[in-house]
């Protein structure tokens, strides 16, 4: 039954902590003007997490291969095998990366590449504990996407797989490759990644195992705002069911293609997305803007509007062109000059003012 809704009464329930379904989620993402999503979405995040401090983590990206199989036909990025400019690191090449990233600030590492078949599972198993008897990183990796495709190419069931490549020394996953969790997108966009349910289960499973991370949205395609909030539903109800997700990130789509079909996201829509998630998913602390694409400006009224983190400055990146900042000094800096105090936290939000008092 459709329910006649009044917009002063779901901020009301919003002021109260009370939880809107979706329904009033989608109702308040039509309606509301956007600057009282962002206000409402402050006031959530004062709730939930320290008002006068804003994070950010530091990590070395390390896109280990460009080789993939998937041809989603917003990425730029993918190359043939026999491209002249396809590529896979060695062991060797990941480490120097490693060790220019040390000085840097970074004692994390986040494994993105493409989804290549010809790759051994050793090559995984090896690199993973390689870094971790090396330099003792948290490591983070691997979306379901190319779990999913592993497990395939290796015929492992998934929650060997996560096993093993937890064993090896995975620590967590990313929530790349959701995208929008909806059928009907994921065939316009990227027919050959995993489906909905697929992406969901795998995730279940990774934080079944203990591997727990992010997860996103990624908006600015042929998405509908039904499905958006579709899309938030599916997070909150993963995250009532494993708790697993220490944050989430709205994004938006870059052009990377000509044949793409990319709308352009207005910066008060997406910030009225980033309010809209910090209010509905009340089961996730952290709320992440996405700096490296949208920019430092709207990463500082990002803060003022349901976000609290600002994620890392980007010490190397291929999937995608970076706005953001590049130096952990610029990530104080940013979060200075929109009046919060900096926090250095870890890819699981420890905050590493616990392990440094000086760090802050
Ligand atoms: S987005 Fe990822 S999975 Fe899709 S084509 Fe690019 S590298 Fe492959």
Excluded at 119 to 136: E, H, R
Excluded at 158 to 166: D, E, Q, T, W
Excluded at 234 to 255: C, K, L, M
Aim: charged share 25%; hydrophobic share 35%.
């Amino acid at each position: 039954m459709v329910k006649k809704l009044h917009l002063g009464e779901i901020y009301s329930k919003i002021r109260a902590c009370e939880r809107i379904d979706k329904q009033e989620a989608l109702h308040l993402f039509k309606n509301a003007p956007w600057l009282e999503v962002a206000q409402l979405a402050w006031e959530c995040r004062q709730r939930k997490t320290d008002p006068k401090t804003a994070s950010y983590t530091v990590f070395r990206i390390i896109n280990y291969t460009n080789i993939c199989s998937i041809a989603c036909s917003f990425c730029s990025f993918k190359c043939e095998q026999e491209n002249r400019n396809a590529y896979v690191l060695t062991k060797e090449q990941i480490f120097e990366l490693i060790n220019q990233a040390i000085p840097k600030g970074s004692s994390q590492v986040f494994f993105q590449g493409g989804v290549n078949p010809d790759l051994p599972l050793d090559y995984y198993l090896d690199i993973l504990s390689g870094i971790k008897t090396t330099y003792g990183f948290h490591i983070r990796g691997f979306s379901p996407v190319e779990i999913k495709h592993m497990a395939e190419t290796y015929q492992l069931e998934i929650p060997r797989l996560i096993n093993l490549l937890k064993a090896a020394g995975l620590d967590s996953v990313p929530g790349a490759g959701a995208e929008i969790l909806s059928e009907r997108v994921r065939k316009v966009l990227s027919p050959r990644k995993c489906t909905t349910s697929e992406w969901i289960d795998i995730m279940k499973e990774c934080h079944k195992q203990g591997l727990y991370g992010s997860a996103n949205i990624v908006i600015g395609s042929v998405e509908t705002n039904e499905e958006i909030i579709d899309h938030l539903d599916h997070v909150r109800s993963i995250q009532d069911e494993t708790g697993g997700f220490n944050s989430f990130i709205p994004w938006t789509f870059q052009a990377q293609t000509k044949d793409f079909p990319r709308k352009n996201i207005m910066h008060h829509d997406y910030l009225k997305l980033l309010g809209i998630s910090r209010i509905y998913l009340d089961n996730i602390n952290n709320i992440e803007v996405s700096v490296m694409v949208l920019g430092t400006e709207i990463g500082k009224l990002a803060l003022r509007m349901g976000a609290n983190d600002i994620s890392s400055p980007v010490l190397e990146e291929k999937v995608l062109r970076s706005f953001g900042v590049s130096s952990e000094e610029d990530a104080r800096k940013l979060i200075t000059a929109a009046g919060f105090v900096p926090v250095k936290r870890d890819f699981d939000y420890t905050l590493q003012t616990k392990k440094n008092p000086n760090s802050v």
